[in-house]
């Protein structure tokens, strides 16, 4: 059987550029890389892993921490994440912060095995204490979604996009806007929610015009909360708004088929857009904006490999703001002209949040 000084051997090399070349770990030129790939594969020759891991001191695996894993957003961009990292040679484990217990379970106990080169955290607020085990780790993290102080992420500005998205509707002619957005979450997620919600009012504010409470709407980022929310208000002629802007495409998708349903037709009777670049939203003509979820595991990918090179080097602002593509389709268009009442006359105006 051929041993790494084999490889070696035939591609001209020495057996230390024999390891950095198939292991990653190091710099290596193309054409010496291509000599011990092609070697290897000659003779057979594959690296153990395990070996080579104890000679560099590095697991070649990556820790990724995300509260979710059913829902778009976090699939894909554990799905850019997978992809980078299998293209890089490394491993990933993934570990669950959904239940309190896990999250300190992973902290205090899982991450402080070695088994992991750096750490990737999708959309989770981390304390100051937290933050504090990580670097006591030595751990390098990068995150995805939010501002962690210290540690470089990824992430959009929710706000801003958010505001953008009601401008649209505004822009388009619409005054009765409701918002169909999560809960406002509470230290361990960042306040994506709250953010949106956020956008939202300061566009309605800066127009002048009202939000009803009935159009400032709770659901749980699900296709079939939103459908139950949105169909509830849909069924009121008397609240009922004449666009959504909602905090994700899938609460979009829900509130168009509460509206059709109902018998109501998108854009005619009710205008509706979303924010994400769900794949489904171009079959339904849904007028997004496109937050490049994959594209933000992937990076998040990039700079933390960046860190992990034979030079550390993180190229990159510590709070890395990626832009959202803005897709024009179908499901957006100015209301009709009976539509363009403000809002009803006995109802309380909420201003704020």
């Known amino acids: 059987m051929a041993g790494i000084k084999d490889v070696a051997r035939v591609a001209g090399v020495s057996a230390a550029t024999v390891s950095r070349a198939l292991s990653g770990n190091g710099s290596v030129s193309t054409s010496a890389r291509e000599r011990v790939t092609r070697a290897a594969r000659d003779l057979g020759f594959v690296l153990s892993y395990p070996a080579s891991a104890l000679a560099s001191g590095r697991s070649r695996n990556i820790g990724v921490v995300l509260p979710f894993i059913s829902r778009w957003y976090f699939s894909t961009v554990l799905e850019g994440i997978a992809s980078a990292l299998t293209e890089a040679g490394y491993d990933l484990t993934l570990y669950n912060f959904q239940k309190d217990k896990f999250r300190e379970k992973v902290l205090t106990d899982f991450l402080q095995r070695n088994r992991t080169d750096g750490l990737i955290a999708v959309a989770l607020q981390l304390d100051d204490q937290e933050i504090g085990q990580l670097r006591a780790s030595g751990l390098p993290t990068v995150g995805v979604g939010g501002p962690l102080q210290g540690i470089p992420t990824i992430r959009i500005d929710d706000r801003a996009v958010s505001r953008q998205a009601t401008d649209h509707l505004i822009g388009l002619g619409h005054t009765r806007i409701s918002h169909i957005g999560g809960e406002n979450e509470e230290g361990h997620s960042f306040p994506i929610s709250l953010g949106r919600r956020a956008g939202y009012t300061s566009a309605m504010q800066a127009a002048s015009l009202p939000v009803l409470p009935a159009w400032s709407i709770i659901s749980d980022y699900t296709t079939s ?82 860190q992990l090179g034979p030079t550390p080097a993180d190229v990159g602002p510590a709070d890395e703001i990626l832009p959202a593509r803005f897709l024009l389709r179908t499901s957006t268009a100015a209301p009709r002209r009976d539509q363009t009442v403000t809002a009803p006359p006995s109802s309380t105006v909420q201003v704020g949040l």
């Open 225 to 306: 909360d939103a459908y139950r929310q949105a169909k509830q208000l849909l069924a009121d002629p008397v609240q009922r708004p004449t666009a959504f802007f909602c905090a994700s495409d899938e609460m979009a998708m829900g509130a168009m088929m509460a509206a059709r349903d109902l018998g109501l037709r998108v854009p005619d009777d009710l205008s509706v857009i979303g924010i994400d670049g769900h794949e489904t939203g171009d079959i339904l003509g849904l007028t997004t904006l496109d937050q490049s979820a994959r594209q933000q595991g992937v990076r998040a990918v990039h700079r933390l490999l960046g």
